[in-house]
């Protein structure tokens, strides 16, 4: 009985996680530029949206794990390895606040002056 609860929560801490990755995946592909991934030289934008768009729903409407672990991994790919792609080209690099490619951690590098 204890066994059965385990699995079945198991289950859906799974479901909401990989369900939750994809959905986050495809809403940085959409948000992303579409010459963003020509420039980046990845995939076009309308194929990453068709992979994670099916990826979604294929978790949605048949939660099995193998369909789920497939499509992680599509996910995956596309936020380590396309996503910061994207952001380079885009100018985005992660930095807040706008500064010049010659800052520090502390501030403008001046070379020792």
């Known amino acids: ?8 929560l198991l289950s859906l ?7 939750g990755f994809a959905v986050a995946a495809l809403v940085f592909a959409a ?3 579409e010459d963003a991934y020509r420039a980046a030289e990845k995939q076009t934008k309308k194929f990453w949206l068709i992979v994670l ?9 048949f939660p099995m794990l193998f369909l789920q ?11 380590v390895d396309v996503r910061p792609a994207l952001q380079q080209v885009s100018g985005g690099g992660g930095r807040r ?3 010049s490619s010659s800052d ?3 501030g403008p590098y ?3 002056r």
């Not at 009985?1 to 079945?8: E, T």
């Not at 801490?13 to 369900?19: P, Q, Y």
């Not at 768009?53 to 409407?61: H, K, R, V």
């Not at 672990?69 to 936020?79: D, L």
């Open 69 to 79: 672990i497939a499509g992680v991994i599509a996910a995956i790919v596309f936020i």
């Open 110 to 112: 001046n070379g020792g």
């Open 13 to 19: 801490v799974m479901f909401l996680i990989f369900t």
């Open 104 to 106: 520090g951690p502390y």
């Open 1 to 8: 009985m204890l066994r059965a609860g385990f699995d079945s």
């Open 97 to 99: 606040g706008g500064g």
């Open 31 to 33: 948000m992303a530029r």
């Open 53 to 61: 768009g099916i990826n979604l729903a294929l978790n949605l409407l």
